[in-house]
């Protein structure tokens, strides 16, 4: 301990003695939990993965910190809180994170905040293409099993910006100077498939045909065989995303905005679900569905719209599909659509609990590039949870298997499921608080390094069952060469 860092303090609030506090000089760490996240990243080849598909165009003779060095980091940095480079001046020493590096806690400091400034700034376009395939691939490879089916989420989230960074402007709906950045999620498994950064004003559904197609055409060339089913609300019911979807075989449902013609075509089935809602005050939800077209479409499509009526008061919503079983059931395809909801879920673990909506460099390049460290960290935190979920047994009463489950039934199992396996169905902010802030003790000597944590965690169970998990699963064949 150097004289500068060396004090004491007395607090005298404890009514028989003194509270004595100074620093140590001990080698510690508030993030000890990011541990298991490195030895899954190890199995996985994530983090590893990510930074092969950069194309680094430095001088090797003056390469300090490496570009694999900087993804984990920023990767583990965003996981564990810490979503700006400014956090890393302090973070450079932190002995878990040199760990993390695969650096000895007696190595020189990692990387500062301007050399991680650089860094994200030194990314190409060429990388970014290599980066897009990379999600695929990774996503492709997390199956054990080829899938029969998949349901894919579409889904925008705003990104506020304070300051001039490039592409930001002003957006009507949102109100606000902005990014707009698009997620393409996996309702089976929860990963990001897909991201893109739009300049702030963009539509939503820009280029989202175009995005659709390649991952569509990647996972077809996997799974020849997958049937998929892309979801997206009414900013994508533009005419070419139903021109792809029914060109490359895809089932859709797609929001669609309430106008005139739908108004006039619901109103008798609005008025009878306002008249069954004051016979018997309770809820009511009633559909109807009819074939459509908009003046803009070369042929009809099939329409399911919902009308309900409730103590809060009336409610329409339509969606566009040619699902098969639409024409049979509208209700449970109109259920179908609404479990979007999950996706929507997802995207704001990514925007707020992960910080995505932190892309505050000034150029447009590194802040794609921030996108995907962001989305990066999230893939592997939705790896950890898969890693340890455990899905209860289903409550005793239900008729109908999970999967099958709608409306009030089908939030009280998610309820029920999180409850039984907090850190399998946890938010980021869970992950954190029972597992990855927990301070530890960590000494090197030349035969082993050894972290030590208290014994009096609440929490040292789940850092023990994950942990155990984590080491006893096989190597995932996530070999994308």
Same mark, same amino acid.
């Given at each position: ?31 000890? *939990? ?10 996985? *080849? ?170 569509? #055409? ?36 797609? *929001? ?38 908009? *003046? ?57 609990? $992960? ?30 949870? $898969? ?18 489950? #709608? ?75």
């Amino acid at each position: 301990m150097d004289s500068q860092s060396a004090f004491q303090l007395s607090f005298d609030f404890y009514p028989s003695k003194p509270i004595l506090v100074e620093p140590s000089a001990a080698q510690v760490s508030t993030d000890a *939990g990011l541990l298991p996240f490195r030895q899954l990243d190890e199995r996985l *080849g994530l983090t590893e993965q990510f930074a092969a598909a950069l194309t680094d165009r430095r001088n090797v003779g003056y390469i300090e910190h490496t570009f694999l060095e900087m993804t984990r980091m920023r990767v583990f940095g965003i996981l564990a809180d810490y979503p700006d480079q400014n956090d890393h001046d302090v973070l450079r020493s932190d002995p878990i994170f040199k760990l993390i590096c695969d650096r000895s806690i007696h190595d020189d400091d990692l990387a500062s905040q301007p050399t991680l400034s650089r860094f994200e700034n030194a990314i190409g376009v060429r990388s970014f293409f290599n980066l897009q395939e990379l999600l695929v691939e990774q996503f492709i490879a997390s199956f054990e099993v080829p899938p029969t089916q998949l349901t894919l989420d579409i889904d925008p989230f705003d990104d506020p910006a304070h300051g001039e960074q490039q592409l930001v402007l002003f957006h009507g709906y949102y109100g606000q100077y902005q990014y707009l950045p698009r997620a393409i999620t996996c309702a089976e498994n929860d990963l990001v498939v897909a991201a893109c950064l739009l300049y702030g004003s963009a539509h939503p559904s820009l280029a989202a045909a175009s995005d659709i197609e390649y991952v569509v #055409s990647r996972l077809r060339a996997a799974w020849p065989g997958v049937q998929i089913h892309l979801r997206g609300d009414s900013g994508f019911a533009v005419p070419e995303m139903y021109d792809t979807c029914e060109r490359l075989d895809i089932h859709y449902s797609i *929001g669609i905005g309430m106008n005139a013609r739908l108004k006039k075509a619901s109103e008798n089935l609005l008025n009878e679900a306002v008249e069954q809602f004051e016979a018997t005050g309770r809820s009511q939800r009633l559909f109807t569905a009819f074939w459509y077209r908009a *003046g803009s479409w070369p042929a009809q499509r099939w329409v399911v719209l919902k009308c309900e009526a409730n103590a809060q008061g009336t409610n329409r919503r339509a969606i566009v599909t040619n699902r098969p079983g639409a024409f049979v059931l509208p209700d449970a395809a109109y259920d179908a659509y609404a479990d979007r909801g999950e996706s929507e879920n997802r995207n704001k673990e990514l925007k707020c609990g $992960l910080q995505a909506d932190r892309l505050s460099d000034h150029r447009y390049f590194a802040n794609l590039f921030r996108l995907y460290l962001h989305t990066a960290a999230y893939n592997l935190l939705v790896r950890m949870r $898969l890693q340890v979920s455990e899905p209860p047994s289903e409550p005793k009463g239900n008729q109908l298997p999970a999967e099958a489950l #709608s409306g009030r039934h089908r939030r009280r199992w998610h309820n029920h499921r999180r409850k039984h396996a907090p850190l399998g169905e946890g938010q980021p902010c869970t992950w954190r608080t029972r597992l990855i802030k927990v301070g530890a003790r960590i000494a090197e000597t030349t035969r082993r390094i050894v972290v030590q944590l208290s014994s009096s965690w609440p929490y040292l169970d789940h850092y023990q069952e994950v942990s155990q998990q984590v080491l006893a699963s096989g190597r995932a064949a996530w070999d994308t060469s």
